[in-house]
């Protein structure tokens, strides 16, 4: 059998452990959402800048593929 006090001490150390494990998982969380909202960002920066690159090399590709005049 425990004493009381065991008992109490053994509750404060499990709370201990669950509150540290909760922190740890907080910013676990905290930081996955900081990536999250930071690569969407950069992919949509990314997104733009390769849109803007097919549109240059269409263009390109349709003054090339355009039949000379006066031929």
Do not use: H
Not at 14 to 33: C, G, H, P
Not at 50 to 70: D, H, M, Q, Y
């Amino acid at each position: 059998m425990t004493t009381p006090q065991a008992a109490i001490q053994a509750d404060w150390a499990n709370r201990e452990f669950i509150e540290t494990v909760s922190t740890a998982v907080k910013r676990i969380v905290e930081f996955l959402n900081n990536f999250e909202m930071s690569a969407r960002y950069r992919l949509a920066v990314l997104n733009e800048r390769l849109t803007s690159v097919e549109r240059s090399l269409e263009f390109i590709e349709a003054k090339v593929n355009k039949p000379e005049e006066g031929s």
